[in-house]
């Protein structure tokens, strides 16, 4: 169940556990090291270079100096400003509103990260076309072999051993699968 109540996810965010927190500090990579690491976005921590993209202060770059989970801020080398008396103080900033540059790599837990993503990216492979498919469909029915739909159908009707449906049962349907089978047999009259 999806939570969509704005003060429960208020709630949730400002009551979170310091494990979830640290996701919360999550910053988009720069293009560079989205095609090095393979992913999109990276939890911030001390030490990695930023450039601010947003506010007043978009375009400078620096080092995190330090990050407040309590009040959900980073604090940037650079990004700072006098107060009336002459002293500077550091001016937070949203982590949301940066971008990594560089990410600081000395944490051992940190690069294993980084390698289980990228491994993941390299065996995410795109599906075959759609001419391949139907092709080694046809095949499997030359051969005598069941497809899945063909599997799918002898279980609606309880033909299976064991099955509690009887063949009256699978045949009431409901409105969606009945549109779905529909277009299956659509699509199937198009390619033959």
């Given amino acids: 169940m999806q939570i969509t109540k704005p003060r429960t996810q208020r709630k949730k965010l400002f009551q979170a556990p310091a494990h979830r927190r640290h996701r919360y500090f999550s910053a988009s990579l720069s293009p560079e090291l989205k095609q090095k690491h393979g992913t999109n976005a990276f939890p911030l921590k001390m030490g990695d270079t930023v450039r601010v993209m947003r506010g007043d202060r978009r375009g400078i770059e620096g080092k995190v100096i330090r990050v407040d989970r309590q009040k959900f801020r980073i604090f940037i080398e650079g990004v700072a400003r006098e107060k009336v008396d002459g002293t500077t103080i550091q001016i937070p900033v949203h982590p949301s509103k940066v971008m990594i540059t560089n990410l600081d790599l000395d944490d051992k837990v940190r690069r294993e990260i980084l390698k289980r993503k990228g491994i993941r990216l390299e065996k995410e492979v795109l599906p075959p076309p759609i001419d391949e498919i139907t092709e080694k469909k046809k095949e499997k029915v030359k051969n005598g ?44 009259k198009e390619t033959d």
């Fill in 145 to 188: 072999l069941k497809t899945k739909k063909t599997a799918k159908k002898s279980r609606k009707k309880g033909t299976k051993k064991g099955s509690r449906k009887s063949a009256s049962n699978a045949k009431r349907t409901s409105k969606g699968s009945r549109k779905k089978e529909a277009k299956k047999a659509k699509i199937k």
